[in-house]
């Protein structure tokens, strides 16, 4: 599965977008790009799933580029309960029961 | 929603004993996972279960870890003789794996088990 990259750190305040970007150079064409969400003390969480240019649902919006080379995580207004680690990983189709690889994500901090 | 649970929520333990970490999957999913996370780290896998039998485990699975489907609800996980370094959440996840078409199903995460090794 291809490794995927993300900033280990980002800070935010109450009300802005955030903007998490994952590079994944080596995605193969049966890959998905999925994102997690974990808050402390809970199992990862399922936020959002694509394979190509955008796609929206009630938490998230995820932007993938033709090249499908990168990933960016759209978080709109944040809260202070959107502090939480945020995990870019790929899955294959092909595979439907291959684990999911956890890189060290991105803790995101939402303060007031 | 259904939901993925696990029993107990913390287990203590001493060093050389065995450990039974129990999960429930939700109904009508196909794959069992059992992951783990060490304080402060990241999330590590550790097998897969498909079909009553191990699909795919990692480095960190070896002969002290078993797994087992005892009926035809709970997915569990066994440590023969636990070690410090056994300290860990463990997670429990399952997957439906029954979609047909290109979407990918997500996999559902448990609340986890805190194994406390002394």
């Known amino acids: 599965l291809a490794k995927t990259t993300q900033p280990i750190s980002m800070d935010s305040y109450e009300g802005q977008e955030v903007n998490i970007t994952c590079s994944h150079n080596?995605?193969?064409?049966?890959?998905?790009i999925t994102w997690y969400q974990q808050f402390p003390s809970q199992g990862p969480r399922f936020i959002i799933q694509?394979?190509?240019t955008k796609v929206t649902n009630e938490v998230a919006s995820l932007f993938i580029p033709a090249d499908r080379k990168s990933s960016t995580l759209s978080l709109p207004r944040v809260s202070l309960s959107d502090t939480a680690v945020y995990y870019c990983?790929?899955?294959?189709?092909?595979?439907?029961?291959?684990?999911?690889?956890f890189g060290k994500g991105t803790t995101l901090s939402v303060s007031s | 929603e259904p939901e993925v649970t696990q029993t107990p929520s913390h287990q203590v333990t001493q060093m050389g004993q065995e450990v039974i970490l129990r999960c429930v999957p939700i109904?009508?999913?196909?794959?069992f996972y059992w992951y783990r996370q060490i304080l402060g780290q990241k999330v590590e896998f550790l097998v897969s279960?498909?079909?009553?039998?191990?699909?795919?485990k990692s480095e960190i699975f070896d002969d002290q870890f078993s797994v087992e489907r005892p009926d035809g609800s709970n997915f569990t996980l066994k440590i023969r003789s636990t070690k410090l370094e056994d300290s860990a959440m463990y997670f429990c996840?399952?997957?439906?794996?029954?979609?047909?078409?290109?979407?990918?199903?997500?996999?559902?995460f448990g609340p986890g088990t805190r194994l406390t090794v002394l």
């Open positions: 694509g394979y190509k």
């Open positions: 990983l790929v899955d294959s189709l092909n595979q439907a029961g291959t684990a999911l690889i």
């Open positions: 109904s009508n999913h196909l794959y």
């Open positions: 996840a399952s997957r439906d794996g029954g979609s047909s078409g290109r979407k990918l199903d997500e996999q559902f």
């Open positions: 080596n995605i193969a064409t049966n890959d998905y």
């Open positions: 279960f498909y079909n009553n039998e191990i699909s795919e």
